[in-house]
Antibody
């Protein structure tokens, strides 16, 4: 059974940093691209970043490029999202997801990140 | 970036109704379009990929179709479990984009 479990601190001050982790199980992690998607309260889904299965390629949405960094550790079956210079409008539920080559085939439960003073 | 324009934003319907949601891409996405269903407090669930291929386990009342850059999700006979928000998403580009979402609510 595929499982994706996100973790990280939930509350951060504006201008601060936070690293989210997502531990994967139930599939050959190194073979798949991994994705981060977020959803602000009451709003729609926003793709943030993708890292290829090889780890050689990364892609970012314009809204987070230069502030967020995706990385992965295949030995730990873990993908990370380093978030710097956080703003109030970064408040959202952050989902880790597996790129099944046909969109997202598996999602984590999501983790709420609140940026507030 | 490829823009995905989804409509309507809200749809009021009754059990048994035929429901249609539309998504238009700003450029050719070669049918690389997925549809998701999301219920409150839950992660989305993929329903359809490649515009019209039903995911395993998804009821056959869901179907997808396309014509050029216009894509349609149809629920042939709305069931109580189908009241939810639906999103389209293009994956033709490495820079994915989602539609704004359509909330299907009870009339």
């Amino acid at each position: 059974e595929v499982q994706l479990v996100e973790s990280g601190r939930g509350l951060v001050r504006p201008g601060g940093s936070l690293r989210l982790s997502c531990v994967a199980s139930g599939f050959t992690f190194s073979k798949y691209a991994m994705v981060w998607v977020r959803q602000a309260p009451g709003k729609g889904l926003e793709w943030l970043s993708t890292m290829s299965g090889s780890g050689g390629s990364t892609y970012y949405a314009g809204s987070v490029r230069g502030r967020f960094t995706i990385s992965r550790d295949d030995s730990r079956n873990t993908v990370y999202l380093q978030m710097n210079s956080l703003r109030v409008d970064d408040t959202a539920t952050y989902f880790c997801a597996k790129d099944g080559g046909r969109g997202v085939d598996y999602w984590g439960r999501g983790i709420l990140v609140t940026v507030s003073s | 970036d490829i823009q995905m324009t989804q409509s309507p934003s809200t749809l009021s319907a009754s059990v048994g109704d035929r429901v249609t949601i539309t998504c238009r891409a700003s450029e050719d996405i070669s049918r690389y379009l997925a549809w998701y269903q999301q219920k409150p407090g839950k992660a989305p669930k993929i329903l359809i990929h490649k515009a019209s291929t039903l995911e395993s386990g998804v009821p056959s009342r869901f179907s997808g179709s396309d014509s050029g850059t216009e894509f349609t999700l149809t629920i042939s006979s709305l069931q109580p479990d189908d009241f939810a928000t639906y999103y389209c998403q293009q994956y033709n580009s490495y820079f994915w984009t989602f539609g704004q979402g359509t909330k299907v609510e009870m009339k």
